[in-house]
Every structure is written in structure tokens, then in C-alpha cells.
């Protein structure tokens, strides 16, 4: 493959990487209160919808590792695309909290079934085997800067069709305004489904159409690496789920209105690709599992202080520059937990295995998180409900910090040995 075919392809699974989350995450990460008032939802009710996605998605993960071990990505990858777009067009119509459970419940198996695993072999076998650390670092930078660079235009389009005095918006106009950022955020999504259909090569995976279908994952369910990296991913996932919050953070807390929090969150990552590519770098040329466990350390300390911070004084500075850290250490996570496929020594055949299994554990925080979280909110409003949310966030971390303790015993065993005994060729390549 020319170095243009390998450019043009990782380019696109960055873009499809992110486009296809923009619809059941974007609107309610960067623009959750203006979500909140044009739904007339609650915190609760808000993650109880992402409990309804979450629980899809993990039914949708085992057997989408299976058909990404099978099937060509580029038919999986667009199929995922279009099926999300026709979601927006619903989200817009404005359903009830029964609609709106079952479009989240939809977009569960949308995004996930034909499309994670299958992006996640994509970039593996992208990054050979020299540079797993980098190919994963360029998939959740390059991820970040795309989410970035749309949710400000997003904001910006947001703020262009509402009224200049927002004191005095109603909620209709609210949902006027809001309704136009659902349907650019499904344009692109549409957009993002043919340029993976153009560019991403039809590949058949011989030789694993004689497998039966769930076969991997049930034996790759007996490895404790596996359940290690799973465990690593809950940790992380449920950080890379707290920035969900930090716009209703800079509502409730440091007092600023819709638009502009709005844009502290889109601001924020902006540190997604500069983090995750750094990561990639480091893991590459230290360790991937050492990269993850400082990460995890750096949490403890930035969600402890912001526990127990309060936006007077000094304490607003704390504030700003470790809501920055713990966004660059999130992003920094999510670029390398992927890469522990490589040094784990999992077999390139069961890369599609591997990935929805952990996957399947490792998102469970879309079922729980939500919930959680929406409610430890609702407890105690205003600057007490997110001080309880940040030390919640604190006692994750520091469980992440101990389960990497316990991955790095594990690979100090013969990781060979581990894989060894899944089929008779542990050294195939695909």
C-alpha cells in the first residue's frame, strides 16, 4: 500500500471514527443543558437513556467482533454511517422520554454492531506491529481534533440562531436552534458514510468464514489478559464519560451561560489530539501499560482536587488547570488502552475477538455511569452534587491504578503461552 492509500485510509477511519458518535454523544456532551431545557429532561431521566444505549451496545459488541473477524470493513463501516444519519432525522422531531429511549437504544446497536470492532482491526493491522502505540494515538487524536472542529462549528451555529439576549429565550426557540445542529450533525454523518464506502478497500478476511460465529469470544473469555485490559477500559471509560458533565459543570458551578459552556467543553478538546498522539509516542517507546497506569495516577489527583475546590479566588485557577489535566490524561487514555492488543500478543486473528469482548466489558459504564452520575447530580444541585461526581470519578481512577498493577503481573508471565492454545495457529496472519 502507497504511503497516499495509507494516509487517505487512516484519515478516513479518523473521520468515521468520530462522525458516527456525533448524533448520541456530541449533542449531549457539548450542548447537554441546552439539551436538557429543549427536552425537558432531567439529569436522571438523561442517563437512564444512555443506560438504554449502553445496554444495546453491549449485546451489539460480541457479535460485532465476530463479523469484524469475517467481513470486509469498508461494507460494516458504512452501513453503521447511514443507519445513525436516519436516527438524527428522528431525534429532531422532538420524541417523548419514551422515543427517546428507544432512538438511544437504536443508535446502541448502530454504532456498534457493524462498526466498532471493525474499525478496531482497521487500525491494528494499520499500525503493523511496530506501531500499534502511534496507529491507536492517531485514531483518538485525530478523532479529537474532528470532534473538536465540529462541535465548534456546532457552537457556533447554535449561537448564530439564538437570540443575542439569552435571558430572555424561550424554549421554543431554543428547540428551533437546536433542531439545525441535529441536522448538520446528521448531514455529516451521511457525508462520512460515502467517503468510507470510496475510500476504504473491500478485504475479505480468509480464513476465518469457517469459524463458528462466537467461538473466539467464548475462548478468548478464559484469558486473564483479556479481562485485565476490559478492566482497564471501565476505569478509563468512565473518565472519558465524566467530561460528559463539565458543561453543566461550567453551568452550575462557575456560572456561565449555555452557549459558553458550550464552548469550554468544545475548547477542552481541542487537548484530544495533542494528548492521545503523545500517548501513542510514549507507549511506543516505553510501554503501553505503564503509560496507561501513570494516566490513571494523574486522575487521582487532578478529580481530588476538584472535589474539593470552589470557584473563588485561587481555587478558580486549581479549577481551570486541572479540568485541563484531566481532559489531556482522559484523552491520553483512550489513545493507548488499545495498543495493550499488541502487547498482550494477541493473535492477529483474534484481534476482532478480543476487541468486542473487552469492549463489550469495557463500555459497561454507558449502562451504569449515566445512571449514577445523574443521580448523584440530582442528590445535591449546584457545587455539592459535583463535588460528590468528581470524587466518584477519584475512587475509579485510583480502582484503574490497581488493575494495571495487576496487568503488568500478567504480562510478566509468557504472554505467549497464554494465546497458545486458542486454535493451532497462533502465528496465522490474516
Not at 487537548?271 to 496507561?292: E, F, M, Q, S
Not at 476538584?306 to 479549577?319: K, N
Not at 476487541?355 to 452520575?373: D, N, R
Request: proline share 3%; with cysteine; net charge neutral.
Amino acid at each position: 500500500m502507497s504511503m497516499f492509500s495509507r494516509f487517505m485510509l487512516m484519515l478516513t477511519l479518523v473521520f468515521a471514527g468520530e462522525i458516527v458518535f456525533l448524533l448520541p454523544f456530541h449533542t449531549t456532551r457539548f450542548f447537554r443543558p441546552t439539551l436538557l431545557e429543549a427536552f425537558e429532561l432531567s439529569n436522571t431521566q438523561l442517563g437512564d437513556f444512555f443506560a438504554v444505549y449502553g445496554l444495546m451496545a453491549m449485546i451489539s459488541y460480541f457479535p460485532g467482533g465476530a463479523l469484524a473477524d469475517r467481513f470486509s470493513a469498508r461494507g460494516l463501516l458504512t452501513a453503521s454511517l447511514i443507519t445513525t444519519s436516519a436516527g438524527g432525522l428522528y431525534m429532531a422531531t422532538y420524541p417523548g422520554t419514551v422515543g427517546l429511549a428507544l432512538l438511544f437504544g437504536y443508535w446502541g446497536v448502530t454504532t456498534i454492531l457493524l462498526f466498532w470492532a471493525a474499525l478496531i482491526r482497521a487500525t491494528r493491522e494499520w499500525g503493523g506491529h511496530d506501531e500499534q502505540g502511534m496507529a491507536f494515538g492517531i485514531l483518538e487524536g485525530g478523532r479529537g481534533l474532528v470532534a473538536a472542529s465540529l462541535a465548534s462549528l456546532g457552537v457556533v451555529l447554535l449561537a448564530s440562531l439564538l437570540p443575542d439576549n439569552l435571558d430572555q429565550l424561550n424554549n421554543e426557540e431554543r428547540k428551533a436552534a437546536f433542531r439545525s445542529v441535529i441536522f448538520f450533525y446528521s448531514g455529516v454523518t451521511l457525508a462520512a458514510a460515502a467517503l468510507t464506502w470510496f475510500v476504504i478497500p473491500s478485504v475479505k478476511h480468509i480464513g476465518d468464514s469457517t469459524r463458528a460465529l462466537f467461538r473466539n469470544a467464548v475462548t478468548v473469555l478464559g484469558r486473564p489478559l483479556v479481562w485485565a485490559q476490559a478492566a482497564v477500559i471501565i476505569c478509563a471509560y468512565c473518565g472519558y464519560k465524566g467530561v460528559d458533565n463539565y458543561s453543566l459543570y461550567a453551568v452550575q458551578v462557575l456560572g456561565m451561560n449555555e452557549v459558553d459552556g458550550a464552548k469550554i467543553t468544545a475548547f477542552a478538546t481541542y487537548v484530544r489530539p495533542v494528548a492521545a498522539i503523545a500517548a501513542g509516542l510514549i507507549a511506543d517507546r516505553w510501554a503501553a501499560g505503564k503509560t496507561v497506569g501513570a494516566c490513571f495516577v494523574l486522575l487521582v489527583i487532578s478529580y481530588g482536587a476538584l472535589a474539593v475546590s470552589m470557584p473563588v479566588g485561587a481555587g478558580l485557577y486549581i479549577i481551570y488547570g486541572n479540568l485541563f489535566v484531566s481532559v489531556a490524561a482522559v484523552f491520553m487514555l483512550r489513545g493507548v488502552y488499545f495498543a495493550l492488543l499488541e502487547e498482550n500478543q494477541v493473535p492477529p486473528y483474534l484481534t476482532g475477538a478480543v476487541a468486542g469482548t473487552v469492549s463489550f466489558i469495557g463500555y459497561t459504564p454507558e449502562i451504569f455511569f449515566g445512571p449514577i452520575t445523574g443521580r448523584i447530580l440530582d442528590a445535591n444541585p449546584g457545587p455539592v452534587g459535583h463535588q460528590h461526581y468528581f470524587l466518584f470519578l477519584a475512587a475509579v481512577a485510583t480502582i484503574g491504578v490497581a488493575v494495571v498493577v495487576w496487568l503488568l503481573r500478567l504480562q510478566h508471565q509468557n504472554t505467549a503461552s497464554c494465546w497458545a492454545d486458542t486454535t493451532g495457529k497462533a502465528n496465522q496472519e490474516i
